[in-house]
């Protein structure tokens, strides 16, 4: 079992939908938790983080992370076709350690 | 202020031959990972380098080794170029404690 789990997609929706996200991990030892964003042939740009329980609210972006179930979710309102790219989740058990991801999620949003 | 500068932004090699890529950190951040992404999966960890000491490793063979400079930079070598090294390879710091940052990454294609 991989130590986080992520459909990669791809996910295609209208724009203006609500886009929903998610990530399953299996070591209770992950304290913190991020998603990224990715365009194209880029580097990784952070959109989240966060580090207990509970919903995170920024713009349009939510993130959730219920650390019972050992999932992490990422919420876009009101997606925009810039909104559409790949999004990875991350998580770490301390701040100094290294960052384990997920496969991530290819988004599309449509005009 | 700057972000995570990698150089160079690509690079073609062939099977055999060594490579290495650069990396400046954030003003400020004195630690430094390496990741590498393949095509359409997340980013794996390599190194992580702290005040110029290896803090972990990742599970990549020998042929892979950095080091961190005193003023924070970094460079990552691999030696005995293989086809399946070909990915983008990312660099990212932090501040003590903090989450990581990425830079814009170096796509490797090894031929």
């Known amino acids: 079992q991989k130590e986080v789990e992520q459909d990669p997609g791809p996910l295609s929706v209208p724009e203006g939908a609500i886009v929903s996200l998610n990530c399953t991990y299996s070591?209770?030892?992950?304290?913190?938790f991020m998603w990224y964003r990715q365009y194209s042939r880029k580097g990784p740009e952070l959109l989240m983080y966060?580090?207990?329980?509970g919903n995170k609210e920024d713009g349009r972006f939510t993130a959730q992370v219920d650390k019972s179930s050992k999932y992490i979710s990422l919420f876009i309102r009101d997606s925009q076709p810039s909104d559409s790219a790949t999004y990875l989740c991350?998580?770490?058990?301390?701040?100094?350690?290294?960052?384990?991801f997920g496969k991530g999620t290819r988004l599309s949003v449509i005009a | 202020d700057a972000g995570v500068t990698q150089s160079p932004t690509h690079l073609i090699k062939t099977r055999g031959q060594q490579v290495t890529l650069r990396c400046s950190p954030i003003?400020?951040?004195?630690?430094v990972s390496w990741y590498q992404q393949v095509l359409g999966q997340g980013p794996q960890f390599i190194f992580q380098?702290?005040?110029?000491?290896?803090?972990g490793r990742g599970n990549f063979p020998d042929r892979f080794s950095a080091r961190q400079f005193p003023n924070y930079s970094s460079e990552l070598n691999v030696n005995a170029l293989l086809l399946g090294d070909s990915a983008l390879y990312l660099c990212a710091s932090n501040s003590f404690g903090d989450t990581q940052y990425f830079g814009p990454g170096t796509r490797l294609t090894v031929l």
């Open positions: 966060t580090y207990s329980s």
């Open positions: 070591n209770s030892a992950f304290q913190y």
């Open positions: 003003s400020g951040h004195k630690s």
């Open positions: 380098y702290y005040e110029k000491e290896e803090r």
């Open positions: 991350a998580t770490q058990p301390s701040g100094n350690t290294p960052l384990v």
